[in-house]
């Protein structure tokens, strides 16, 4: 299936998020992706079956290196790993489900 990473974000996996994770985790999960990867066309466009491990990392970086807490603040570890799980669940749900058919990025 083709299909963008935005498209299976919103459409598949938030959905699913809501109705399997704890209220707070889901909130937390769909507040994470708008803010820090929303935004970015060059990942919400990226067909889900073309992310490789090289992508997830980069993206990364490049929201350590310009995305700020509310006060300003470069992100702490402990965001940079709540996303690391977001992206997770969200390739490996794609995994389970048939959107993705290589390894989790």
Request: charged fraction near 20%; proline fraction near 3%; aromatic fraction near 10%.
């Amino acid at each position: 299936m083709m299909v963008t990473l935005g498209d299976y974000v919103t459409r598949v996996y938030l959905p699913f998020a809501e109705s399997t994770l704890r209220f707070s985790t889901a909130s937390n999960y769909g507040t994470m992706w708008g803010k820090h990867f929303a935004s970015r066309p060059h990942i919400t466009r990226k067909l889900l079956g073309d992310v490789r491990t090289s992508d997830v990392y980069a993206w990364l970086g490049e929201i350590v290196a310009t995305d700020k807490t509310e006060n300003g603040e470069t992100l702490g570890a402990a965001t940079v790993k709540r996303l690391k799980s977001l992206l997770s669940g969200i390739f490996t749900h794609a995994v389970d489900l048939g959107y993705l058919q290589t390894a989790n990025p």
